[in-house]
């Protein structure tokens, strides 16, 4: 039976001063008996609760081995074995180590989190096994999933299979190394800022960013539920599409998404032919100031590629692209550091799945251990504490009234053509930086990628990306994006270019092997 022990005067004190109530010592003092008759329902509830919290299952797993693990891609190596049939029978999956998997341990590459072994699984891991995946692992992502780079993560960073001295791209780095190299068939990745496409652009395999709330959340570390996406990383646009079917659907446990979905068969619907479809080019994804000429250059070969597979395209110019930036901006920092750091990740008023279990263990961490954070989390907190500060929230309201603005932006485009297209990334998976790189490099790698991607975890839209070939031996990617809920014509398009370039480019089976040298 557990008590929660009322506050001391001094902790009356320490909240009114937060409140600025303005209460005198008697006021406090008359207080004191009122607020602790309000703690019984508190109790109350601790106690119901564990009457009914499922008891952590106990799984295999253990810390990857050295020799399996020379890109640093495993978190936690298990062997979890799902139904024996289903679409994804014979398939080997990673899961993004944000995601819960049941007695393994999660650590969303964070001391903040380490330590934390989750009682439920999440919705798309029930979901993987009841198809019948193996999920051999979970896959080491970004410290609180916030960088597009690879080197935040604890223990330590991940390595390109392309060149092993680069970074695989982040958030979900682990996922996209793991599938690139071979070690699993699929992956399990997450999105709020291009977390998915960033490390499939450049790692060379296919990231599919869903619609927004097509798959569930549920039992994953949010960062901020308006733009929290998790959806497939595969090294082919079939392996998605069965992928995203098995995930994609309601609930009922996450309100980030429509209490009715429809149905759709992605396999089935990349078969159709995609001649006569209409691209668009958006003007405003290249020549940014941080773009590669010779990754513009090859992407736009590769709308040359869907032309010659009788796609028409033409290029269309959408200035609010420029401008999105500065919404997402706003919402990941100002929302992150509200919901995510304040709020213990989950926050509240909203109804659907809480993880106490997590919120407890992540609100005692990330007080002990704030220290450890990266660099770009730390700005998250400093920055979006601030501006909510000053603004009470002005701000984030501001940005999530643009919302709708921006949004209508891309629809409009999309009343003209069936899919927009651009660099996933402006340039290739950049050097790993030391450990003493200063401020301004490490957020420059951490985050300098993200203007193309995260327009669309703001918006909503699918998105997806495909290698759009090799630029000075390393992969680079074309990034497709459509209606919402229109997941299935994304795929489409992207498994038309698939097919028309004939496959994509593996790395090189010792380029590992050469890098470690």
Not at 258 to 266: A, H, L, M, R, S
Request: some cysteine; glycine content about 10%; aromatic content about 6%.
């Amino acid at each position: 039976m557990s008590t929660l022990p009322p506050p001391d005067s001094a902790r009356l004190a320490a909240l009114d001063r937060h409140f600025r109530f303005g209460l005198s010592a008697a006021e406090l003092e008359e207080f004191a008996p009122a607020v602790e008759a309000s703690l019984g329902a508190s109790t109350a509830v601790e106690n119901l609760y564990r009457r009914s919290a499922p008891p952590t299952p106990q799984r295999e797993w253990a810390p990857a081995a050295p020799e399996r693990n020379r890109l640093g891609a495993w978190y936690v190596t298990t062997e979890i074995a799902g139904a024996p049939d289903g679409p994804l029978s014979g398939k080997t999956v990673a899961v993004k180590d944000n995601v819960a998997v049941a007695g393994v341990p999660m650590m969303n590459g964070s001391r903040s989190v380490e330590g934390f072994i989750p009682r439920r699984d999440a919705t798309v891991v029930r979901r993987l096994l009841d198809a019948g995946a193996t999920i051999t692992g979970k896959a080491v992502c970004e410290d609180l999933c916030f960088s597009g780079a690879s080197f935040t993560s604890q223990p330590a960073p991940v390595r390109n299979p392309w060149d092993a001295t680069r970074n695989s791209g982040g958030s979900s780095s682990g996922s996209g190394a793991l599938v690139a190299n071979g070690d699993v068939d699929m992956a399990v990745g997450g999105d709020q800022g291009g977390s998915i496409r960033i490390p499939a652009a450049f790692c060379g395999t296919v990231g599919h960013k869903p619609t927004h709330g097509l798959v569930p959340y549920t039992g994953a570390f949010p960062i901020e539920r308006t733009i929290d996406h998790l959806g497939p990383i595969t090294r082919t646009v079939a392996d998605a599409a069965v992928m995203l079917g098995v995930l994609a659907g309601p609930d009922g446990a996450d309100p980030r998404q429509p209490t009715v979905i429809e149905v759709v068969d992605y396999l089935s619907a990349i078969t159709q032919s995609a001649s006569g479809l209409r691209v668009g080019v958006v003007t405003e994804g290249f020549g940014t100031p941080v773009s590669d000429p010779d990754v513009d250059a090859a992407v736009r070969a590769a709308v040359e590629v869907l032309r010659g597979a009788g796609l028409a395209a033409e290029e269309v110019s959408i200035p609010w692209h420029l401008d999105a930036m500065h919404v997402w901006n706003v919402i990941a920092t100002e929302g992150a550091a509200y919901q995510m750091l304040d709020g213990n990740a989950y926050g509240m008023n909203t109804d659907g799945f809480y993880d106490p279990e997590l919120v407890a263990h992540f609100a005692a961490q990330r007080l002990h251990r704030g220290h450890e954070l990266s660099k770009t989390v730390k700005l998250v907190g400093l920055s979006g504490r601030y501006t909510f500060e000053v603004g009470g929230g002005k701000y984030y309201a501001m940005a999530r009234q643009l919302v709708p603005e921006l949004r209508a932006a891309y629809d409009a485009a999309l009343t003209r053509f069936d899919v927009l297209v651009m660099p996933t990334v402006p340039y290739t998976a950049q050097q790993i930086p030391p450990a003493d790189a200063g401020l301004a490099d490490y957020l420059h790698v951490a985050l300098s990628m993200v203007g193309n991607t995260a327009p669309f975890d703001v918006t909503g839209h699918p998105a997806c990306s495909v290698p759009a070939g090799l630029v000075g031996g390393l992969p680079t990617g074309l990034m497709i994006v459509g209606k919402r809920f229109d997941d299935a014509t994304v795929l489409r398009v992207a498994h038309t270019y698939e097919h028309a370039v004939g496959a994509f480019p593996a790395p090189p089976a010792a380029a590992t092997a050469r890098s470690f040298a």
